[in-house]
């Protein structure tokens, strides 16, 4: 009973609060009419009128001797040729399991010493990882399909397979050197 009281005294209040604002408020706004008429007898600023252009010419583009530069430069016919003899080129076999070396770049690779033994001959070659491994002729290191061709003291030859931009594959000879104190 108490709450529904004071809700009843609040509203009261609030009402005779808002009566007594509305009654001290006068219909005299003599100093707001005066700021609105200073306002609009102010001098008024003045904008320059646009410059006149120059009218311009007409161009006319005559390039019909010139290659068009949205049409492709190479003869459809020439493109299928070309393709044809990438695929008659060297081709990496994509079927073969990949050896741990090929996961580097081969020119993070160091070649440590060599190893022979009546089986055969091995490269120590040392990765990147911190591992060593015995390598052979015959063996894959490097990231571009790089097949060991010749083991000697001096180093490893490779031959490397990359892609030619026309679908094709081109053979680079690389190597890998012997370390220096190794």
Not at 35 to 53: M, V
Not at 65 to 88: G, I, L, M, N, Y
Request: proline share 5%; hydrophobic share 35%; glycine share 8%.
């Amino acid at each position: 009973m108490q709450i529904i009281m004071d809700k009843k005294i609040k509203k009261y209040l609030y009402s005779f609060v808002l009566l007594g604002l509305a009654a001290c408020s006068s219909p005299d706004f003599t100093d707001l009419t005066a700021y609105i008429e200073d306002t609009r007898n102010a001098q008024k600023g003045r904008i320059d009128p646009l410059p006149q252009f120059k009218p311009f010419g007409l161009y006319e583009y005559s390039a019909g001797k010139h290659r068009d530069p949205f049409t492709t430069w190479v003869d459809a016919s020439e493109s299928r040729d070309t393709v044809r003899q990438a695929s008659k080129g060297p081709q990496p076999n994509f079927n073969r399991r990949k050896e741990l070396l090929e996961k580097f770049p081969l020119d993070a690779l160091r070649m440590v010493g060599i190893l022979s033994r009546n089986e055969g001959q091995w490269a120590i070659v040392k990765a990147p990882d911190g591992m060593v491994y015995r390598v052979q002729e015959g063996n894959y290191m490097g990231q571009n399909h790089g097949k060991i061709t010749l083991l000697k003291e001096e180093g490893i030859s490779l031959t490397e397979l990359l892609p030619d931009g026309l679908g094709g594959w081109q053979e680079r000879a690389a190597a890998l050197r012997l370390e220096d104190g190794a």
